[in-house]
């Protein structure tokens, strides 16, 4: 079965600092990727998604990730964080097989805390 | 559209009783999902639907839990008789089956505490 990793349990910067959240997966076939984050009392929210094509992938409010393969990662990146970027980010993976149906596995999550 | 819909949004219950969480689906989507979330656990996944139908419930904890989808636009997740242990978010997410048939929308879930 699949297994998603993410190593940082707590992030924490201050305003205007770059972000980096690492995630990978394990899994040797095709694979779409996500990122999702909740802000404290609210649902998961898409951050973004990658399916095809080009690996560098742009989302809502400046995230973006990159995936890799080779590394099987697909890390999220933001130049320059703000504090309403407080929340917790889950990185997910759905392998791509035959059926109409695909399961996301989530990984752990990973708080980021920015201070003002 | 209203998003996937969940009722309630919280839920205090004594243990042994019967409790029954409710999702509306985005109209038009196929595939609908319960996920648990706890701080020890994580995201888990409980159970999906497609077109109505229970595909996996291998994630499903005990016999205690039970899943319904009875028509394209209502599900429920029940659980009999709940413990202490149940207490979690639940968590309902629909999908669509062609475009972005792999996106995953969430509903804002049941926060479940079990006394």
């Known amino acids: 079965a699949q297994s998603v990793s993410q190593h940082n349990h707590h992030v924490i910067l201050s305003e205007a600092a770059s972000l980096e959240l690492g995630c990978n997966y394990s899994?040797?076939?095709?694979?779409?990727l996500f990122w999702y984050v909740q802000y404290p009392g609210q649902h998961l929210q898409l951050l973004l998604k990658y399916f095809s094509g080009d690996p560098l992938v742009k989302g809502i409010k400046g995230f973006e990730a990159e995936f890799i393969k080779s590394k099987f990662s697909f890390n999220l990146r933001k130049p320059s964080v703000q504090w309403s970027d407080t929340a917790e980010y889950f990185c997910a993976v759905m392998p791509i097989s035959s059926g109409s149906a695909r399961q996301l596995t989530f990984g752990s999550g990973t708080q980021l805390t920015v201070l003002p | 559209d209203a998003g996937v819909i969940q009722s309630p949004r919280h839920e205090v219950t004594e243990m042994g009783q019967e409790v029954t969480l409710r999702c509306k689906p985005i109209s038009g989507h196929n595939s609908l999902f319960w996920y648990r979330q706890t701080m020890m656990r994580g995201l888990e996944l409980l159970i999906y639907f497609n077109n109505n139908v229970p595909i996996d419930d291998s994630g499903m904890p005990e016999d205690r839990f039970s899943a319904k989808m009875p028509n394209a636009s209502f599900s429920t997740l029940k659980i009999q008789p709940s413990e202490p242990r149940d207490s979690a978010v639940y968590f309902c997410?629909?999908?669509?089956?062609?475009?972005?048939?792999?996106?995953?929308?969430f509903g804002p879930g049941t926060r479940l505490t079990v006394l």
């Open positions: 997410a629909s999908s669509p089956t062609s475009g972005t048939g792999d996106t995953q929308y």
């Open positions: 899994y040797g076939g095709t694979v779409n």
